[in-house]
């Protein structure tokens, strides 16, 4: 069901918000200071990628709270954005309401991404 679930995503919405990952990514890469933001977007385009079956906790300290102001500021509003408004489109019909919420966690993941920890969820 995860494998339906993730399949249906891509085609829902979840190519495009991973590529709004790699877009912020790749611009996050032109400076030399700027890589290991980048490096982190292409991880979170993995992650936007195949969301069902995955669950994310936060950690963190001071490190991850100062970058996730500057990430806030600099692209994690208009990604949080985009993704809240997938997210409250696809919940407007019933069968959209699982694809929204997914929506609605990478949005959140836009918001903070550092100090994030994803995990496998194991459904039986």
């Known amino acids: 069901m995860r494998i339906l679930g993730n399949i249906l995503w891509i085609i829902f919405g979840g190519l495009i918000s991973a590529l709004g990952w790699v877009l ?24 936007s990628l195949n969301p069902f079956g995955k669950e994310i906790r936060y950690e963190g300290g001071a490190v991850s709270f100062l970058l996730n102001v500057i990430w806030f500021f600099l692209s994690g509003l ?19 309401i699982p694809f929204g919420m997914q929506f609605f966690k990478i949005a959140k993941l836009a918001l903070c991404p550092f100090g994030a920890v994803v995990d496998w969820v194991d459904y039986l």
């Open 24 to 47: 912020a990514g790749c611009l996050w890469c032109i400076t030399v200071v700027g890589i290991p933001v980048g490096l982190q977007c292409f991880k979170l385009a993995s992650i």
């Open 78 to 96: 208009e990604l949080a954005l985009v993704n809240l408004l997938f997210g409250v489109l696809l919940c407007i019909t019933i069968v959209g």
